[in-house]
């Protein structure tokens, strides 16, 4: 059973357009969600990252909205670019456990 | 700091075979974890540990196993390869920091192939 769900599976976006990766989740004792970004090759690396205590948090070009009473939450990419090409996963981090739930992961392709 | 390192880095087996794939951290990071990923799958915890000397199954521990005798080490070991089996690897770690925020740093992978 898939703890975090993710939306969509790949997205292909122009430069400069926003895309939105979408996650849900239904356990309520997740208290802290990052986004990791992936190279091809590589491993992934944390992106950004937000507690449910806040409604938003913005890193540069990287954006999470959450909202905690329908349990979703996505990452928007503002201006996005070529470099931006990776696959992205969500994931959800329980209170007082051990280790992460991820998402199925998102390829995303940003069109020069 | 050299981070999580993994060797090797690519691997064929035939079914039947063992290997022993080694993860390394220079972080002093309590936390270890060994993942597969699998196209549109996301990332399966394997096995991961708490500290030297403790280990625990993730969600897909069968067919590997694991040992911890120190901070720095963390081997997954493949008993009688399976098909099943092929994958990318990934070794994970992170500190134990006192707000519980769970920044997990990656090695870059090995991917194993089981013909």
């Known amino acids: 059973q898939q703890q975090v769900k993710q939306s969509p599976q790949s997205l292909i976006v122009q430069k400069g357009g926003i895309p939105i990766i979408n996650c849900a989740y239904e356990?309520?004792?997740?208290?802290?969600f990052p986004w990791y970004q992936q190279f091809p090759g590589k491993g992934p690396a944390l992106l950004i990252a937000?507690?449910?205590?806040?409604s938003e948090k913005k890193e540069g070009r990287f954006t999470i909205s959450f909202n905690k009473s329908a349990k979703q939450f996505s990452l928007h990419i503002m201006d996005s670019q070529p470099g931006d090409s990776a696959t992205y996963f969500c994931?959800?981090?329980?209170?007082?456990?051990?280790?992460?739930?991820f998402g199925t992961g998102t390829r995303l392709t940003v069109i020069p | 700091n050299a981070g999580v390192t993994q060797t090797p880095k690519f691997r064929i087996l035939k079914i039947g075979q063992s290997m022993t794939l080694q993860c390394t951290q220079d972080?002093?990071?309590?936390?270890m974890y060994w993942y597969r990923q699998d196209p549109g799958m996301g990332l399966k915890l394997i096995y991961y540990s708490v500290g030297a000397g403790i280990t625990d199954k993730g969600e897909v521990p069968n067919g590997y196993n694991v040992s911890r005798s120190t901070t720095e080490d963390f081997p997954l070991r493949l008993e009688l390869a399976a098909p099943s089996q092929t994958s990318v690897y990934f070794c994970?770690?992170?500190?134990?920091?006192?707000?519980?925020?769970?920044?997990?740093?990656f090695g870059p992978g090995t991917r194993l192939t089981v013909l």
């Open positions: 994931a959800a981090f329980p209170r007082g456990a051990n280790n992460l739930f």
């Open positions: 937000i507690r449910p205590d806040v």
């Open positions: 972080m002093n990071h309590n936390y």
């Open positions: 356990n309520t004792a997740f208290d802290y």
């Open positions: 994970a770690s992170r500190p134990r920091l006192a707000g519980g925020e769970d920044t997990q740093y």
